[in-house]
């Protein structure tokens, strides 16, 4: 047994930081991609006390309300136009392969 995996399985399983609100994170990306932190849960608050190593100008949330409620109604009216975006792209998509049976 390598005692990377191990190690690796049994920090999966601890809680190194906790945040109100947010149930897990995960670092995405690296390489040509940017860094980006994803997160089950929302806590801008919170978040902003993390202002030098988050980009909060990049933020994206699909909570309609706490978008309006923290950074106005035209940051929530664009969260409603990505939101229907992704799901009128979803919805395509699923047709499409029902329609060619794949």
Same mark, same amino acid.
């Given at each position: 047994m390598?005692?990377?995996?191990?190690l690796k399985k049994e920090a999966g399983r601890g809680v190194i930081?906790?945040?109100k609100d947010i149930s897990r994170?995960? $670092?995405?990306?690296?390489?040509?991609?940017? !860094?980006s &932190?994803?997160?089950e849960g929302i806590n801008i608050l919170a978040m902003s006390?993390?202002?030098? $190593? &988050?980009? !909060?100008?990049? &933020?994206h949330c699909n909570n309609i309300h706490i978008m309006a409620?923290?950074?106005g109604?035209?940051?929530a009216s664009? $969260?409603?136009?990505?939101v229907s975006h992704l799901e009128i792209e979803f919805t395509f998509f699923w047709c499409l392969s029902i329609f060619l049976n794949v």
């Open positions: 390598n005692i990377g995996s191990i930081h906790q945040v994170a995960f $670092v995405t990306g690296g390489g040509k991609e940017p !860094l &932190l994803k997160t006390g993390y202002r030098a $190593v &988050l980009d !909060l100008n990049r &933020l409620q923290h950074y109604i035209e940051a664009r $969260v409603i136009v990505r």
